[in-house]
C-alpha cells in the first residue's frame, strides 16, 4: 500500500544540537511539504518542494533546512538556530498542483529538553 | 496574504448532535478540502470540493463550496464519539494550498 513515512514517531533533543526527521513517500507524487503544529493551534508551512532538487521557504523557514535529492524523501533538519524548536512535525504529500489534497504523515513530536 | 477564518474555534457537544462548522476568506478559491485530525495523528482528507455551489457528502459528513467561492461549510449528523479530534478547511488558490486554524471538536457520550 502506497503512504507517507515519519520518522522517528518522538525525538527528544538537546538545546543547541540540530536533528534531522525523516519523511518518505512511495506515492509518487511530485509536491512534498512540512508543517509545523503547536499545541491548540493550526498548520504552519515550513517549506515545500514541488520538484527533485528545489525547494522554497514557507511561513516559518528560519532555524530549518530541507533537502529534496530524490523524490521519495524530503528530510527536515531542525538547526540550533531555530529557537522554539519544541513541536509536533507533519510531513505531507500531494500531486503536482495539490487539487486532489494532501497525504500526510503521522507525525514527529519533538521536544527539547 | 491569503487567509481563512475557521469558526467556531472548538465545541462541545453530546453524542447525537449535528455540528456545523464554516471556513470564510476574503480571497476566492478553486478548491475547497475538509481534512480531519486524530490525536497524535496526521491530519486525513475527509471531503474535496470543486464547484461553486457543490455540495458532497461522505456517509455522515456534508459539505458545501459557497456560491461566492469565499466559503465553505462542514456538517456532521448524528455524531459520535469518534468524530473527536480537529476539523481543517483548506483552500487552494493557484499552487498555493491555505489552512484553517481548526475546530476541535469534543463528543461527550
Known amino acids: 500500500d502506497g503512504g507517507i513515512t515519519q520518522s522517528p514517531k518522538y525525538l527528544f533533543r538537546k538545546e543547541g544540537q540540530n536533528v534531522t526527521l525523516s519523511c518518505e513517500q512511495n506515492?509518487?507524487?511530485?509536491?512534498m511539504y512540512w508543517y509545523r503544529q503547536d499545541p491548540g493551534q493550526g498548520l504552519r508551512l515550513i517549506y515545500y518542494?514541488?520538484?527533485?532538487?528545489?525547494?522554497q521557504k514557507g511561513d516559518i523557514a528560519e532555524g530549518y533546512s530541507v533537502s529534496r535529492e530524490k523524490k521519495e524523501s524530503f528530510p527536515l533538519t531542525v538547526t540550533s538556530a531555530q529557537k522554539n524548536p519544541t513541536a509536533f512535525y507533519l510531513c505531507?504529500?500531494?500531486?503536482?498542483?495539490?487539487?486532489?489534497?494532501?497525504?500526510f504523515g503521522s507525525g514527529t513530536r519533538l521536544t527539547v529538553v | 496574504g491569503q487567509q481563512l477564518n475557521q469558526s467556531p474555534q472548538s465545541m462541545f457537544i453530546q453524542e447525537g448532535e449535528d455540528v456545523s462548522m464554516n471556513c470564510t476568506s476574503s480571497?476566492?478559491?478553486?478548491?475547497w478540502l475538509w481534512y480531519k485530525q486524530d490525536p497524535g495523528e496526521g491530519p486525513v482528507l475527509l471531503i474535496a470540493?470543486?464547484?461553486?455551489?457543490e455540495l458532497t457528502s461522505n456517509g455522515r459528513l456534508t459539505a458545501q463550496f459557497g456560491i461566492t467561492r469565499k466559503d465553505s461549510f462542514l456538517n456532521i449528523s448524528a455524531s459520535i464519539p469518534s468524530d473527536v479530534g480537529i476539523y481543517f478547511c483548506?483552500?487552494?488558490?493557484?499552487?498555493?494550498?491555505?489552512f484553517g486554524a481548526g475546530t476541535r471538536l469534543f463528543v461527550k457520550a
Open positions: 505531507a504529500s500531494s500531486i503536482s498542483s495539490g487539487a486532489r489534497g494532501y497525504t
Open positions: 506515492l509518487n507524487h511530485d509536491a
Open positions: 518542494s514541488q520538484i527533485v532538487n528545489d525547494f
Open positions: 480571497s476566492i478559491f478553486n478548491t
Open positions: 470540493l470543486y464547484k461553486a455551489g
Open positions: 483548506a483552500g487552494l488558490g493557484g499552487f498555493k494550498t491555505i
